[in-house]
């Protein structure tokens, strides 16, 4: 069924700006904080688009439930999807798994950053990572660790959500922001990524496109070639047609000499 929760592989041939606006993000999120080690580069090497509507109308649900509503909202990374347990598991839930896990600094809740490295996404290798919309409403500011804050204590504080910003001159931090509420936040792509040595890196990138040159080769040929057994089966329905109004013609001719046979 059509609304069954499922991953659609997003090419970047058929979507390039979209594509271009994950790899942004991505390389955004790369550089950001303590980086990824230097001289390496994170490739996007897939694009996934998460699909779940019963989700969906969660996310909203709750986010029309918030002290602040009005409040758009934002975009940001989750360091989830690791295996295809995780995977399935975000497909089918959402980031509701999250609250199974040992409580962080800032208590039980789903953590969200803009930096790979403060999502434990930054090591050499093959890397994947979540970019979600994420309900914050009003967000109390945190300056330092509440490990035991937790879901009715933000709501007795009058907030929905928590954001622990980036010390002023600490270049090696980032910005964090936690949910304590899992239907706070949408996973909506699947961002799986390499990171590798800029050369290896380049390397990879020149693949992909080569790969897309011939994917797009294929595709076109493929499309060729359902052309023309379409152009094939329409003539052959027309050589059909003239033969049927033929042998009609023939059966007419043949009815009007044996009556004029008759007759004489």
């Not at 076109?220 to 059909?240: F, G, I, K, N, P």
């Not at 042998?247 to 008759?262: G, P, T, Y």
């Amino acid at each position: 069924a059509t609304s069954a929760p499922r991953l659609i592989h997003v090419r970047r041939d058929q979507d390039p700006e979209l594509w271009d606006r994950c790899a942004d993000r991505l390389s955004h999120a790369a550089a950001e904080g303590p980086g990824i080690p230097a001289g390496f580069e994170a490739v996007l090497t897939k694009l996934e688009r998460i699909v779940n509507p019963a989700l969906a109308a969660s996310f909203y649900g709750r986010a029309a439930e918030l002290f602040s509503p009005e409040e758009g909202f934002r975009l940001l990374l989750h360091g989830g999807g690791r295996t295809l347990e995780d995977r399935a598991e975000v497909v089918q839930r959402g980031l509701a798994k999250d609250f199974e896990a040992d409580p962080g600094r800032f208590g039980r809740g789903i953590y969200f950053s803009t930096c790979a490295a403060t999502l434990g996404r930054a090591a050499p290798g093959s890397q994947t990572m979540l970019l979600c919309e994420v309900a914050l409403g009003k967000p109390m500011l945190a300056q330092a660790s509440r490990p035991n804050l937790d879901l009715p204590a933000l709501e007795r504080a009058g907030f929905d959500a928590l954001h622990a910003p980036r010390a002023a001159g600490d270049d090696a931090g980032s910005d964090e922001w936690v949910v304590y509420h899992a239907h706070q936040a949408l996973p909506v792509y699947m961002l799986s990524y390499d990171v590798q040595p800029r050369a290896v890196a380049a390397d990879l990138l020149k693949q992909m496109a080569e790969m897309e040159e011939q994917r797009r080769a294929l595709d076109s040929q493929v499309a060729m070639a359902l052309q023309a057994l379409e152009d094939a089966r329409r003539d052959a329905e027309e050589t059909r047609e003239r033969l049927d109004a033929s042998l009609a013609r023939q059966l007419v001719d043949e009815d009007e000499h044996l009556a004029r046979a008759r007759r004489q």
